[in-house]
């Protein structure tokens, strides 16, 4: 058992964190599954959308606690080695050209709040609702967290979040910038999927390289920013997607980009 289910559809690949009678909390070979489908996803020029979500209840409880209790004297080792592999992960879906849609099926504490704020959208169930709980067993952040979160709805909020363990539920998530809406009740899978489709038929390499420019704003001086973006702009109209893009405009017609499953749409 790995903990993973990989899906497509056309496409769309969809990843199921597999582990519902744990809360799909992260275990070494989870971590490592969740690994290799996102370097495949990277790798794969038939994926053009990825969408993540979790099978049950549950989106994803984090570490597996149960596993932490084991592990004993070994829990340094066994956690160097679950990261390892988690943000290997992460940062191959942060980093890939292809857009990434979280489906936040339910719950998400610890890391499994990294995966779900991972998302360039993120949609979330009425039934989801979020806590850090690293302090809470003596722990603290990974999976990106610490990073993405006062991105997401600035440092104030994120400390608090981060050292009150306090518990955020969806409506207040979308309301702060922790997901990017709620979705009806039942609708959450339908919608995600008919999101991802309309992605998969954009501009992949458009997608990629606005996806690189906005994860590494934050961080990147104004002039040095402005130079990327004139070198990524100007790259864009070299690739077959720019030329369509912009022929498709003068043309007066719905673009065609190369790779995409549904012609013509966007």
Same mark, same amino acid.
């Given at each position: 058992?790995?903990?993973?289910?990989?899906?497509?559809?056309?496409?769309?690949?969809?990843?199921?964190?597999?582990?519902?009678?744990?809360?799909?909390?992260?275990?070494?070979?989870?971590?490592?599954?969740?690994?290799?489908?996102?370097?495949?996803?990277?790798?794969?020029p038939g994926v053009r959308c990825v969408v993540l979500t979790g099978n049950g209840r549950f989106f994803c409880a984090g570490g597996d606690i149960?596993?932490?209790?084991?592990?004993?004297?070994?829990?340094?080792?066994?956690?160097?080695?679950?990261?390892?592999?988690?943000?290997?992960?992460?940062?191959?879906?942060?980093?890939?050209?292809?857009?990434?849609?979280?489906?936040?099926?339910?719950? &998400?504490? *610890? @890391?499994?709040?990294?995966? %779900? +704020?991972?998302?360039?959208?993120? $949609? /979330?169930? #009425?039934?989801?609702?979020?806590?850090?709980?690293?302090t809470a067993i003596g722990m603290s952040p990974d999976g990106g967290t610490s990073?993405?979160?006062?991105?997401?709805?600035?440092?104030?909020?994120?400390?608090?979040?981060?050292?009150?363990?306090?518990?955020?539920?969806?409506?207040?998530?979308?309301?702060?910038?922790?997901?990017?809406?709620?979705? &009806?009740? *039942? @609708?959450?899978?339908?919608? %995600? +999927?008919?999101?991802?489709?309309? $992605? /998969?038929? #954009?501009?992949?390499?458009?997608?990629?390289?606005?996806?690189?420019?906005?994860?590494?704003?934050?961080?990147?001086?104004?002039?040095?920013?402005?130079?990327?973006?004139?070198?990524?702009?100007?790259?864009?109209?070299?690739?077959?997607?720019?030329?369509?893009?912009?022929?498709?405009?003068?043309?007066?017609?719905?673009?065609?980009?190369?790779?995409?499953?549904?012609?013509?749409?966007?």
């Amino acid at each position: 058992m790995t903990g993973l289910r990989v899906e497509h559809d056309g496409a769309v690949a969809t990843l199921t964190l597999d582990r519902p009678e744990s809360a799909n909390a992260i275990d070494i070979p989870m971590a490592r599954a969740l690994m290799k489908a996102a370097i495949a996803c990277d790798e794969d020029p038939g994926v053009r959308c990825v969408v993540l979500t979790g099978n049950g209840r549950f989106f994803c409880a984090g570490g597996d606690i149960a596993s932490f209790g084991d592990a004993g004297e070994r829990l340094p080792t066994l956690l160097k080695e679950i990261t390892a592999y988690l943000h290997a992960a992460i940062a191959r879906l942060a980093r890939m050209d292809k857009p990434l849609i979280t489906a936040i099926n339910g719950p &998400a504490a *610890g @890391a499994g709040i990294g995966l %779900a +704020l991972l998302g360039d959208i993120a $949609l /979330a169930d #009425s039934s989801a609702h979020f806590r850090l709980a690293y302090t809470a067993i003596g722990m603290s952040p990974d999976g990106g967290t610490s990073w993405l979160l006062p991105r997401m709805i600035g440092l104030r909020r994120a400390q608090e979040l981060c050292l009150r363990n306090t518990r955020v539920k969806a409506d207040e998530a979308a309301a702060i910038g922790m997901v990017t809406r709620v979705t &009806a009740e *039942g @609708a959450l899978a339908t919608e %995600a +999927l008919a999101l991802a489709h309309e $992605l /998969a038929a #954009s501009a992949t390499s458009a997608i990629g390289a606005t996806r690189r420019l906005l994860l590494d704003a934050q961080v990147t001086p104004f002039e040095t920013h402005l130079d990327a973006e004139a070198r990524s702009i100007a790259g864009q109209a070299r690739k077959p997607e720019g030329r369509e893009g912009i022929a498709a405009y003068l043309g007066k017609r719905k673009p065609d980009f190369p790779g995409s499953d549904s012609p013509g749409a966007v």
